[in-house]
């Protein structure tokens, strides 16, 4: 890589401050060219520096940071200047910048290029990604964990424990006068047993990553009038969905977010159940029923002493409404008082995480790693099929390398052109 590239770090817009951000060769260069210490201030490498910033027709009194390589994000020469956060200013100082040896970075170049030269794995630039976008505590802990914690480690111990076995599996294989083939066919075995054991656990962390990251979906089911929508906006805090007294008043799905104990939540407030001849109604009934196949939990409602919606086989919470009026089985709530509200949310709480809410240790978020785990799972299961069935260690090195490779790409360590193009090109353009 021998351009030196520069975008806008901060979002577009008016704000306190704008930083735009250089790496490549030239950084030091073309940062200078446009700011210049206050008198008698020298920059020093990873020290944020007060001065005037030159950049063409604009003036302003900035801060610039210069780090040195390889002791900066990209592993390159890098330079951040800190302007007054007009959007012009920062505009025109990125268009100076252009002028003056930079070009505009392409979507995630900077971590794109933090991964090439070997400051992080390509799990760890996807949990960056994951991090910008959190909208939970629980989202912004588990992609933490992917960028520097236990994931990564967990991922790169498998890894190096593959290829630990795989070069042994050769040692015998290429010198079999040293009689060492027997004597590792045990020890190997355990030790490739104990790896396949450490990928089932990591790809059933999935699951609870995969909720972590999406929300955990929460179906609000009743007859018409139930009070299903006012329920919505209660727990929202806001008026969200209609509410009327009008039976059938919610005729389509309706989702909304909201946070508690650091888990996002997706509420999805349905038409009412019920057998009808109208045609925008039925259309709304079955995307309510269709809705109970994807939702993560099912809050059942009723008012007291009217029936409930038979529905069997999910992690299901029944639920009375309007308590205000008549207290019915269940959990009571009423969305005009707020009895029973703190508590439903509670219970949602432990219902998708049984009290847990995720704060560190090896979880999956990304479908691409648990897919890629799935066929690491595969492979090393067939050769330890091939090992107590016949002892093939020629077979079983053939399966272990694929093992290691589907493991290797979660890393980074074998993932094509094309992967790593999937991947930046959904990182915005100063990350």
Request: charge should be negative; charged fraction near 25%.
């Amino acid at each position: 890589m021998t351009s030196t590239i520069a975008a806008q770090s901060t979002p577009v817009g008016r704000g306190a401050i704008a930083i735009i951000r250089l790496s490549g060769p030239d950084s030091e260069k073309i940062l200078k060219s446009c700011f210049k210490p206050l008198s008698g201030k020298k920059m020093t490498a990873s020290h944020l520096t007060l001065g005037t910033l030159e950049a063409g027709e604009i003036k302003d009194r900035a801060m610039a940071v210069l780090f040195k390589a390889p002791k900066s994000y990209t592993g390159e020469d890098m330079a951040e200047i800190h302007v007054h956060g007009s959007q012009e200013i920062a505009t025109k100082t990125l268009q100076f910048l252009l002028k003056n040896g930079a070009r505009l970075a392409e979507s995630g170049e900077f971590t794109r290029r933090a991964f090439l030269s070997g400051k992080i794995g390509l799990n760890e630039a996807e949990a960056v990604g994951d991090l910008i976008n959190a909208r939970s505590t629980a989202q912004i802990n588990a992609a933490y964990s992917a960028l520097s914690g236990a994931t990564s480690e967990e991922i790169r111990g498998i890894y190096a424990g593959l290829l630990d076995v795989i070069s042994s599996f050769d040692a015998a294989v290429d010198y079999p006068e040293e009689d060492v083939e027997e004597m590792l066919e045990s020890e190997a075995l355990e030790k490739i047993k104990e790896l396949e054991g450490r990928l089932i656990r990591l790809a059933r962390s999935y699951e609870e990553g995969a909720k972590i990251k999406s929300g955990i979906r929460v179906a609000i089911i009743g007859e018409p009038n139930a009070g299903k929508s006012s329920l919505m906006n209660r727990l929202l805090g806001r008026d969200r969905a209609i509410v009327t007294a009008v039976p059938g008043t919610t005729r389509d799905t309706l989702e909304e977010t909201f946070e508690h104990k650091g888990m996002l939540f997706v509420l999805v407030d349905t038409a009412g159940l019920h057998e009808t001849s109208d045609v925008v109604e039925s259309e709304g009934i079955r995307r309510a029923r269709a809705e109970l196949d994807s939702a993560d939990i099912i809050l059942r409602l009723a008012e007291s002493g009217k029936s409930r919606p038979d529905i069997t086989g999910k992690l299901i919470i029944d639920v009375s409404s309007k308590s205000d009026i008549a207290k019915g089985d269940g959990l009571n709530v009423s969305s005009v008082s707020g009895e029973g509200i703190e508590e439903l949310k509670d219970l949602m709480f432990e219902t998708a995480s049984s009290g847990q809410v995720y704060g560190g240790g090896v979880v999956l978020t990304s479908e691409r790693s648990y897919s890629l785990t799935l066929r690491a799972l595969s492979s090393i299961k067939d050769a330890i099929d091939e090992m107590e069935r016949a002892s093939l260690v020629d077979l079983s090195i053939i399966y272990l390398k694929e093992a290691a490779r589907s493991v290797g790409e979660i890393i980074g360590a074998s993932a094509g052109e094309d992967t790593l193009n999937a991947i930046f090109s959904k990182f915005c353009v100063g990350k």
